[in-house]
């Protein structure tokens, strides 16, 4: 993470640049391979667009009172366990969650952002400062839904033919929800009574989450999550192969009626958490027609940002892999940075740990 004694050290480049596809030989000598630096890059921050940045900031402090107000090189900021980064912009951005749907008509490779909190008590807490749980509908034919996954009267998530005939529970504490924050973001807040509060939650969509996965190991060296035995032993989980597996049936609780896609899905452990992804919604006629995601630059939900030790060894390698630079390397606060572009069209920021002068 950012030194939080230092925050003014990071910047978020929210400008839109022109696209770049360079290689390793514009960097460096092509008679040496470019190699990916050891160490994995670590979450920081998440760029979003706001019509009003310093009331997303009073709204995000009194949701998360641990966090602080900051700017990050004269923009409105949060500081907790991830930095949220504001820039200005005059209108709405596209990508704002619609209630109505139940999901952002145009939808990038960003699902939403949140935090891992007790959920089980928080529908009061978060009535005393006016925030109010969007619907979680239990099935097909639900049509008032539960402001929690825990009093879903079934456990888990499952299919449309298995709720008929699932066991009835009681309801359970924690669980996920979600709430509607400024410009349209969906933020979800999960847990239970035994997890550690961190506002570090992303949750992403990718057309195949597996491969996206593997990308992540390959261009990034993240590792997937080991495999786990019957013995209570692990094992290091080898790269999805084949990797783009059909589908599975859609699931509740959910946010659509129509209910959540949640398999394949494909998770990362990147160097200081773990993230994942999910398959694109918008498929077989569930959304009218097939939506292919769009691209996260200039919507609510603009990039994901990750510090590095090496950020010229980084920009090296990845142009040597042939990946889309959207910025390159240049001044970013007392550090420096560039832009890339992932699977599915998600702006990645990679930021230098280091201060440059």
Same mark, same amino acid.
């Given at each position: 993470?950012?030194?939080?004694?230092?925050?003014?050290?990071?910047?978020?480049?929210?400008? &839109?640049?022109? $696209?770049?596809?360079?290689?390793?030989?514009?960097?460096?000598?092509?008679?040496?391979?470019?190699?990916?630096?050891?160490?994995?890059?670590?979450?920081?921050?998440?760029?979003?667009?706001?019509?009003?940045?310093?009331? =997303?900031?009073? +709204?995000?402090?009194?949701?998360?009172?641990?966090?602080?107000?900051?700017?990050?090189?004269?923009?409105?900021?949060?500081?907790?366990?991830?930095?949220?980064?504001?820039?200005?912009?005059? @209108?709405?951005?596209?990508?704002?969650?619609? /209630?109505?749907?139940?999901?952002?008509?145009?939808?990038?490779?960003?699902?939403?952002?949140?935090?891992?909190?007790?959920?089980?008590?928080?529908?009061?807490?978060?009535?005393?400062?006016?925030?109010?749980?969007?619907?979680?509908?239990?099935?097909?034919?639900?049509?008032?839904?539960?402001?929690?996954?825990?009093?879903?009267?079934?456990?888990? @998530?499952?299919? =449309?033919?298995?709720?008929?005939?699932?066991?009835?529970?009681?309801?359970?504490?924690?669980?996920?929800?979600?709430?509607?924050?400024?410009?349209?973001?969906?933020?979800?807040?999960?847990?239970?009574?035994? $997890?550690?509060?961190?506002?570090?939650?992303?949750?992403?969509?990718?057309?195949?989450?597996?491969?996206? =996965?593997?990308?992540?190991?390959?261009? &990034?060296?993240?590792?997937?999550?080991?495999?786990?035995?019957?013995?209570?032993?692990?094992?290091?989980?080898?790269?999805?192969?084949?990797?783009?597996? /059909?589908?599975?049936?859609?699931?509740?609780?959910?946010?659509?009626?129509?209910?959540?896609?949640?398999?394949?899905?494909? $998770?990362?452990?990147?160097?200081?958490?773990?993230?994942?992804?999910?398959?694109?919604?918008?498929?077989?006629?569930?959304?009218?027609?097939?939506? /292919?995601?769009?691209?996260?630059?200039?919507?609510?939900?603009?990039?994901?940002?990750?510090?590095?030790?090496?950020?010229?060894?980084?920009?090296? +390698?990845?142009?040597?892999?042939?990946?889309?630079?959207?910025?390159?390397?240049?001044?970013?606060?007392? *550090? *420096?940075?560039?832009?890339?572009?992932?699977?599915?069209?998600?702006?990645?920021?990679?930021?230098?740990?280091?201060?440059?002068?």
């Amino acid at each position: 993470m950012i030194d939080t004694s230092a925050r003014t050290s990071v910047r978020s480049l929210l400008v &839109l640049g022109s $696209t770049l596809v360079l290689s390793a030989c514009a960097q460096a000598d092509t008679s040496q391979p470019a190699q990916r630096p050891d160490a994995a890059p670590t979450l920081t921050h998440v760029g979003l667009n706001s019509t009003d940045p310093e009331a =997303a900031v009073e +709204w995000y402090l009194k949701l998360w009172p641990s966090a602080e107000r900051t700017t990050v090189a004269g923009l409105p900021a949060v500081a907790a366990e991830m930095y949220l980064v504001f820039q200005r912009v005059e @209108t709405q951005a596209d990508g704002a969650f619609d /209630p109505a749907l139940g999901r952002s008509d145009r939808q990038s490779a960003f699902w939403h952002i949140g935090a891992f909190a007790n959920t089980t008590n928080m529908d009061g807490e978060l009535d005393a400062i006016g925030v109010e749980h969007l619907p979680l509908y239990t099935g097909p034919d639900d049509e008032n839904g539960v402001w929690r996954s825990g009093l879903t009267p079934y456990a888990g @998530t499952l299919t =449309a033919d298995r709720i008929p005939n699932a066991e009835p529970v009681e309801p359970r504490p924690g669980g996920f929800s979600y709430v509607l924050a400024p410009d349209g973001v969906l933020f979800e807040i999960t847990g239970g009574p035994t $997890t550690v509060a961190s506002l570090s939650h992303i949750h992403f969509f990718h057309e195949h989450p597996q491969c996206a =996965a593997n990308w992540y190991v390959e261009h &990034l060296g993240m590792e997937l999550p080991p495999v786990r035995h019957e013995d209570g032993t692990t094992s290091p989980r080898p790269a999805y192969e084949p990797c783009e597996d /059909p589908v599975a049936e859609a699931g509740w609780p959910s946010l659509e009626r129509a209910g959540t896609i949640r398999d394949p899905r494909g $998770t990362v452990v990147h160097g200081n958490g773990s993230m994942s992804w999910y398959p694109r919604q918008c498929v077989s006629g569930r959304c009218g027609a097939d939506q /292919p995601l769009v691209t996260s630059r200039g919507q609510v939900l603009d990039h994901v940002a990750f510090e590095v030790d090496d950020l010229d060894g980084w920009r090296l +390698w990845l142009g040597s892999k042939g990946v889309t630079v959207l910025e390159d390397i240049h001044d970013f606060g007392d *550090r *420096r940075a560039f832009m890339i572009e992932g699977p599915d069209r998600l702006a990645i920021e990679l930021v230098d740990a280091a201060p440059s002068r």
